[in-house]
């Protein structure tokens, strides 16, 4: 726990310094702010869900951008060889990335607050239960989109490509909803639990169903262990 | 002390460390010398763990390193060939982030901070970028994050390349210092840093240890010779003759230009010719301008057994360099 907290300081730490973290969060703060004044003031519609499944399509772009370097710039500038001489462990450094992002997001998520703050205070007839749960599936759903990022980070030692291949994976959990329109009824009924809108839907109704939960945290558990077994069959630390 | 035993790694169907075997033990250093792909690099990158081992085993005090990883990873400290370091850190912050992860107390990392940032000169460069640094500052800064755990063993990937002559006598004298107390296995281009710095020396080629000795003991590898530079001024100058009274001379260059004339002839070391030879050049009239014999240095034996063949502890005196400018430096064999 210790080396992954130490990791995941850092990288924290190493974000905020380099000038492409600041554009990711500003265009992530300016997209999603317009969309919310054009729903809450032009619309003048008091809830947040439209909002919500916007964030959501963000997501898919943006956390591959703040994921992409974690695993591949260590890689590509060798620092991985240092790491792996310390006495930590290879799931050690995953999740110190992992959670390095999360912090990012929640950043980021803290931000988003001030939709939450302006929508309680100015609003009328609010569904408090539906906008707080649905701010809550944002951060679960977040978490999942950054173990598929960290893990598509630990297949090749490019970061662009990193970046493609997280763009890839977590635009067919959040594109899948799409193709289900064409599907038969009694396949959809299995193949929509793997859609994230599906189990993200149940949040922003202000319904807790903890098999929501559990699936957003099944998938970044599986994308982790993905992402450390493949840097140890990369023959990196071994049997660490 | 480090055994290895029947080491081999393939990458692929390239054989980079082919079943190589030897020890290091403590309170040496030993110098790991080879050409540019013989297996250096490889075999430090298995013994420190980065790399898995095709087949052979590595054992640290009589246990496989693999055994426990994490273990062994507190008694070596590492230096790799590319020093990698997060550009973006400052100094103090990366050394403090490998003692982080290390677990170090923060009583125990301040007083080693003190040791490592005197004895790697750190002091100037503690506040500043670890990408704006010098190439020499960042081989530095690599070093002292080899040594901040105090390891027993050290493994030190060309720890002095890309460092003033200054700083590499410092280093040098460094490396010197942690020989005496650790196991040192260092891995270096250049022959007289291994002449200067270390106890034995480990010659690989293709993947196959060559020689494995003490440094003292390699010029045994050769048939004793001695390469004798002799440059005239004369005209017309021929030594038929008197290469005709001495067969066992070989005439490996011989360059007339107008009144300089320049000869190398390699000769067996137990033959004294040099006043035998003096005497023809003076009956002929000649004027010596220079006359030495060179002896043997590491570079040469090196050059020797790598440019040769795959195993060949075999005098090489075939290959001997055609251009044997020699330092004088270089240690007597």
Known sequence: MNAIWTIAKKEYQLAFRSVT??????????ISGAAFATT??????????????????????????????SIAKERSSGTIELLSTLPIRLSQVVWGKILSAFLQVLTLLAFCLVYLGIIMVLGENIDYGAT?????????????????????????????????????????????????????????RYLQFFSFEYHLSNFSKGVLDIRDLLFFVAVALIFAFLAEFNLQSKNMMQER | MIEIKNLSRHFGALKAVDEISFSVGSGTITGFLGPNGAGKTTTMRMMVGYLQPSAGSILLDGISI????????????????????????????????????RKMPTALFTERLA???????????????????????????GLAMAIL????????????SGLDPNQILEIRELIRKLGTKKTVLLSSHIMQEVQALCDRVLIINKGKIIVDDEIGKLSSYFKDYQLLHLELEAENVDFSEFLEYHPELEVISQTQEGESFKMQIRIP?????????????????????????????????????????????????????????????????
């Open chain 1, 40 to 69: 809450v003031f032009k619309i003048d519609l008091a809830e947040l869900r439209g909002i919500y499944g916007f964030i959501h399509l963000l997501f898919v772009f943006f956390i591959p951008a703040i994921t992409m370097g």
């Open chain 1, 21 to 30: 973290s600041y554009i990711v969060f500003m265009l992530f703060l300016v």
């Open chain 2, 149 to 160: 755990h105090d390891p027993e063993i050290l493994i030190l990937d060309e720890p002095t």
């Open chain 2, 269 to 333: 070391a137990e033959l004294d010719i040099k006043y035998d030879l003096a005497r023809f050049i003076a009956e002929n009239g000649w004027l010596i301008v220079s006359l030495y014999a060179q002896q043997k240095s590491l570079e040469e034996i090196f050059h020797n057994l790598t440019k040769g063949g795959e195993t060949a502890p075999e005098p090489a005196l075939e290959a001997l360099p055609e251009e044997a400018e020699e330092d004088e430096g270089g240690l007597k064999l």
């Open chain 2, 115 to 141: 040791y490592v940032v005197e004895n790697c000169g750190l002091q100037d460069v503690l506040t500043q970028r670890v990408g704006t640094l010098s190439k020499g500052y960042r081989q530095r800064v």
């Open chain 1, 132 to 188: 707080i749960m649905g701010f809550t599936g944002l951060v679960f759903v977040a978490l999942a989109y950054i173990s598929i990022g960290v893990f598509a980070s630990s297949l090749p030692s490019n970061q662009v490509l990193a970046f493609v291949l997280a763009l890839v994976i977590s635009g067919f959990f959040y594109g899948i909803r799409y193709i289900l329109v064409l599907m038969p009824l009694s396949v959809v």
């Open chain 2, 66 to 101: 693999f055994a426990d990883p994490i273990a062994t990873s507190t008694k070596i400290g590492y230096l790799p060939e590319q020093n990698p370091l997060y550009d973006e850190m400052i100094t103090e912050e990366i050394l403090r982030y490998i003692a982080d992860l």
